[in-house]
């Protein structure tokens, strides 16, 4: 089996006006193409040795593989949790045009001002 060459990756925080902090730090910072917000969820963890139930936000970023560890180190630094989770799905199909839009966009020198939608 070969190595993705692009990622989801998930994080979860108790506030939305983090999660979105989160989501545009990590697309300006060119470490995500995008960055996406569903509804809240309801999590249920066991927390220091307690059953915890809480609202939490997702935040799913699409990423390529090469940029995993500079987003996952950004997230640790801008995330409140203790222990932030920073899971990562490897993407193994997908439309190949919207594939190299995310390529792009994680590039330092990758393009800006594009007009159009990517149905990120």
């Known amino acids: ?5 692009w990622l989801t990756v998930l994080t979860t925080t108790d506030d939305e006006a ?23 969820v309801t999590s249920v963890y066991r927390w220091e ?8 936000w997702q935040v799913l970023f699409k990423t390529t593989a090469d940029r995993y560890e ?11 949790y203790d222990v ?9 199909r997908g439309s190949a045009a919207y594939l190299e839009w995310v390529t792009r966009e994680t590039r330092e020198d990758g393009e800006t001002g594009k007009t159009g939608k990517s149905g990120a």
Do not use: F, Y
Request: hydrophobic share 50%.
């Open 18 to 40: 983090k999660a979105r902090r989160l989501a545009r730090g990590a697309v300006e910072a060119r470490l995500a193409a995008c960055a996406q917000i569903p509804a809240p």
């Open 70 to 80: 500079a987003l996952a180190s950004w997230l640790i630094e801008a995330h409140d």
């Open 49 to 56: 040795g307690t059953v915890e139930t809480a609202n939490e």
């Open 1 to 5: 089996m070969t190595t993705a060459e």
């Open 84 to 92: 932030p989770e920073i899971i990562a799905t490897p993407v193994v």
